[in-house]
C-alpha cells in the first residue's frame, strides 16, 4: 500500500524560512516523478513543483521560483520542500503527490499525502 | 501557461440525478485532461486520466470525455458521496495548471 506522510504543520513568519517532507513507502520510490501541490484556504489547487525521480530535475510555478527548491534522497525514501522568503500568500495546505506512472512526463498524481499545513504571518 | 475554466463554479443537484461538468482549456491540450475529486478536509483523489480513461477503483457512474480544449465530466446518477468539488487539470505543458473547480452541492 502506497503511503506518502508528511511532516507537522508550521507557523512562519513573513521572510522566514522553513522545510517540509514528505516520506515514501509502500512502492519503488527512484522510479517515480514526485510533486507538491498547495492549496490556499477556501480555495482550489496549485501546483508547486515537481522533482524528477532519477535525475532530481526540479520544475516550478512563477509564484515560487528563486524562493522554494524541491529535492529528494532515493536512499531515505523521501522528498522535501525548502520554503525560503516566504510570503503571506504562500499561506496554505502543501500535499506531496506521487506520480501515477513510473517514469513519467507530465504529473498525473495518483496517490497524496494527508497534507502539511503552513500558516504565514507575524 | 495554459488556463482552465471549468462551469458552472455550483452545480446542486439530488441524488440519482445526472450532473454534467465542463472544462475548458485556452489551448489545446489534446486528450491530457486529467479529473480529481475533494472532499472537505481530504486531499485530492484521481478520477479520470487522459480525458476519459477511468483511475483504479473509479465506480461506473464517471464518465470523462472531450479533447483538445472541450472537456466533460459525467456521473450519471449522483449517489451520496459523489457531492464533492471536482478540478480538471492538464499534463500537456509546464506549468502544469488546474481549473478553479466545480462545487457539486446536494439540492
Known amino acids: 500500500e502506497v503511503q506518502l506522510l508528511q511532516s507537522g504543520g508550521h507557523l512562519v513568519q513573513p521572510g522566514g524560512s522553513l522545510r517540509i517532507s514528505c516520506a515514501a513507502s509502500?512502492?519503488?520510490?527512484?522510479?517515480?516523478?514526485m510533486n507538491w501541490v498547495r492549496q490556499a484556504p477556501g480555495k482550489g489547487l496549485e501546483w508547486v513543483s515537481t522533482v524528477r525521480s532519477t535525475s532530481g530535475d526540479t520544475y516550478y510555478a512563477d509564484s515560487v521560483k528563486g524562493r522554494f527548491t524541491a529535492t529528494r534522497d532515493n536512499s531515505e525514501n523521501t522528498v522535501y520542500l525548502q520554503m525560503n522568503e516566504v510570503r503571506a500568500d504562500d499561506t496554505a495546505v502543501y500535499y506531496c503527490a506521487k506520480d501515477a506512472v513510473p517514469f513519467g512526463d507530465f504529473p498525473l498524481l495518483g496517490d497524496w499525502g494527508q497534507g502539511t499545513p503552513v500558516t504565514v504571518s507575524s | 501557461e495554459i488556463v482552465l475554466t471549468q462551469s458552472p463554479a455550483t452545480l446542486s443537484l439530488s441524488p440519482g440525478e445526472r450532473a454534467t461538468l465542463s472544462c475548458r482549456a485556452s489551448q489545446s491540450v489534446g486528450t491530457y485532461l486529467v479529473w480529481y475529486q475533494q472532499k472537505p478536509g481530504q486531499a485530492p483523489r484521481l478520477l479520470i486520466y487522459?480525458?476519459?480513461h477511468k483511475a483504479t477503483g473509479v465506480p461506473r457512474r464517471f464518465t470523462g470525455s472531450g479533447s483538445g480544449t472541450d472537456f466533460t465530466l459525467t456521473i450519471s446518477s449522483l449517489e451520496s458521496e459523489d457531492f464533492a468539488v471536482y478540478y480538471c487539470?492538464?499534463?500537456?505543458?509546464?506549468?502544469?495548471?488546474f481549473g478553479q473547480g466545480t462545487r457539486l452541492d446536494i439540492k
Open positions: 487539470q492538464q499534463r500537456r505543458n509546464w506549468p502544469i495548471t
Open positions: 509502500g512502492f519503488t520510490f527512484s522510479s517515480y516523478d
Open positions: 487522459d480525458a476519459s
